[in-house]
T-cell receptor, first 114, second 114 residues
């Protein structure tokens, strides 16, 4: 199993550009999440999905959009990139809906907006 | 409100000594507490979890202690090794509106001195 795969690993954007961070998992997990991690900080939840066709906002959704057309894929869209969106983005997934809800993370996507 | 925070941002430990990483939380309704390890350039990985009705749980070289009276969580690593150098996050999970919310703390960087 590949687990959670994120692409690209690195990207530099100019202010106002748009891009999509891809995330796919092959574990048949129903829950998927997008987090951002700023330097020296913890993980902030951007959006999450409890299953195909269902998404909801997290703590910091402004400037982002998501979709979940399949169980496997959960892309994160940045429409008008801003310097404040410079961060490392992590996608995660889990199957457990009761219990500890342990997340499996991807390796991260480092985004720089100049 | 809900928050998970850490007392020490950086911890330096001599190889072979024991490490203790602390975490404070404020949501008394949390179901589980989880420790993750994040190595440089990678996504967080699960270490150990503890249910809210437990005080202690042991794994391989790691022990998690939960003190609900003072809302404090700690991760103890025995005989710390260079491979333990990483950032450690505590996280709490709680059920809200049928969704299991995961809240991460800021993180503690553990530096192992050879």
């Amino acid at each position: 199993n590949a687990g959670v795969t994120q692409t690209p690993k690195f990207r530099i954007l100019k202010i106002g550009q748009s891009m999509t961070l891809q995330c796919t998992q092959d574990m048949n997990h129903n829950y998927m999440y997008w987090y951002r991690q700023d330097p020296g900080m913890g993980l902030k939840l951007i959006y999450y999905s409890v299953g195909a066709g269902i998404t909801d906002k997290g703590e910091v959704p402004n400037g982002y959009n998501v979709s979940r057309s399949t169980t496997e894929d959960f892309p994160l869209r940045l429409e008008l990139a801003a310097p404040s969106q410079t961060s490392v983005y992590f996608c995660a997934s889990t199957f457990t809906v009761t219990g500890a809800n342990v997340l499996t993370f991807g390796a991260g996507s480092r985004l720089t907006v100049l | 409100g809900e928050s998970v925070g850490l007392h020490l941002p950086t911890l330096s430990v001599q190889e072979g000594d024991n490490s203790i990483i602390n975490c404070a939380y404020s949501n008394s309704a949390s179901d589980y507490f989880i420790w993750y390890k994040q190595e440089s350039g990678k996504g967080p990985q699960f270490i150990i979890d503890i249910r809210s009705n437990m005080d202690k749980r042991q794994g391989q070289r790691v022990t998690v202690l939960l003190n609900k009276t003072v809302k404090h969580l700690s991760l103890q690593i025995a005989a710390t090794q260079p491979g333990d150098s990483a950032v450690y996050f505590c996280a709490e999970t709680s059920t809200k509106g049928g969704y299991q919310k995961v809240t991460f703390g800021t993180g503690t960087k553990l530096q192992v001195i050879p």
